[in-house]
């Protein structure tokens, strides 16, 4: 069975420090891995996606993830964070070579603060 | 360019009164998705049409949930006989790629936000 994982329901960061955002997952084959960004009333926008090619992705936005298989991990990072990144963020699993739906995680909410 | 559009956004339904919410894809997108969304959750799958036809409904929570997509673009979720257990927002996502197996961008609407009083 796959599922994900976010860890925090809640990040706070100031303006230009450093974005986190934690994700795990668990899966009996090779993963596909995205992140997707929700803002308010706005549908889910794609940041960024791993199908087993390079295990660093870069994304839109200056956002990033690292694949990390012996971890069971998939982070969200940004460098520096801008007002405009406060937003819901979803990690997302799914099996590569399977006809299986995506799962979604529970989300966290990062809010930046000025 | 025109995305995903979903109507109404919001609806007020009274519990037994049947809704009906709408999704217009992308043109061309062969694959349509319906997720429902609860209150601080992820979006949980309900159903995926390829064209017209519908190949998955596993994920709808009963028989009062129906949906539908006749000629291949427009999709109606149905919603009979609505329970407050029913309130969630109701996405609707297409791709231009067949299958459930996407690895492409899955492009969602704005959602449906549906609340039975």
């Known amino acids: 069975a796959q599922s994900v994982t976010q860890l925090d329901s809640h990040v706070s960061v100031s303006e230009g420090t450093p974005v986190l955002l934690r994700c795990n997952y668990s899966s009996s084959y090779s993963p596909s891995l995205f992140w997707y960004v929700q803002h308010p009333n706005k549908g889910l926008q794609l940041l960024l996606k791993y199908t087993s090619a390079a295990t660093l992705v870069k994304g839109i936005n200056g956002f990033e993830a690292e694949f990390k298989k012996s971890e069971t991990s998939f982070h969200l990072t940004k460098p520096s964070a801008h007002m405009s990144d406060a937003a819901e963020y979803f990690c997302v699993v799914r099996h590569r070579n399977r006809d299986d739906k995506i799962i979604f995680g529970k989300g966290t909410r990062l809010h930046i603060l000025p | 360019g025109a995305g995903v559009s979903q109507s109404p956004r919001y609806k007020v339904a009274k519990r037994g009164q049947d809704v009906a919410l709408r999704c217009d894809p992308i043109?061309?997108?062969?694959?349509l998705f319906w997720y429902q969304q609860a209150l601080g959750q992820g979006p949980e799958f309900l159903t995926y049409f390829q064209n017209e036809a519908q190949l998955d409904k596993s994920g709808l929570p009963s028989d009062r949930f129906f949906a539908e997509r006749p000629e291949g673009s427009v999709s109606t979720l149905k919603i009979q006989r609505t329970q407050k257990e029913d309130s969630a927002v109701y996405l609707c996502?297409?791709?231009?790629?067949?299958?459930?197996?996407?690895?492409?961008?899955?492009?969602f609407g704005p959602g449906t936000r549906l609340t039975v009083t």
């Open positions: 996502a297409s791709s231009f790629v067949p299958g459930l197996a996407v690895t492409y961008e899955q492009y």
């Open positions: 043109s061309g997108h062969v694959s």
